[in-house]
């Protein structure tokens, strides 16, 4: 099922899309935002800029610039917090604009070794605390 993009949370920054992240930065192709559920700490959303709903439609050049904006973020996941392992979900059921989940997992943490939950609903934090966040990845991108 494909939404209308004038039904999208990317496509109209609308109170939905900000309840649920914030935006970090503009990449090549997209856009990355912090998750604001933390139950894995530093998880991240990379979504395309424009309104596609699978990477099958993607021509070679963008799909090769979204997965390099997608790589650089990972990368400064990576530096960021440490984790032992970053989890990608790309999934697109019920919001059919093309992005991806960026899941830092770690050893004994919440669904080490397992799929990752996808709104645990169990850690936001303050907006100082988000902030740092935010800035430290910044500060890696």
């Excluded at 899309?17 to 998750?35: C, G, H, T």
């Excluded at 992005?99 to 050893?107: D, G």
């Amino acid at each position: 099922m494909k939404s209308d993009h004038k039904d999208c949370i990317f496509c109209q920054d609308n109170e939905t899309l900000d309840r649920m992240m914030i935006e970090i930065a503009q990449l090549s192709v997209s856009r990355v935002f912090l998750y604001k559920e933390q139950t894995y700490k530093g998880r991240c959303v990379v979504a395309f800029n424009d309104h596609i709903a699978d990477l099958s439609e993607l021509s070679d050049e963008d799909r090769n610039a979204f997965m390099a904006d997608v790589v650089h973020v990972s990368r400064a996941m990576d530096k960021t917090f440490n984790p032992d392992k970053i989890n990608y979900g790309i999934f697109s059921d019920k919001i059919s604009h093309l992005h991806f989940h960026l899941v830092p997992k770690y050893n004994n943490g919440p669904d080490y070794g397992g799929v990752f939950q996808l709104n645990p609903g169990k850690v936001h934090l303050t907006e100082i605390g988000y902030n740092k966040i935010i800035e430290a990845i910044k500060s890696n991108l």
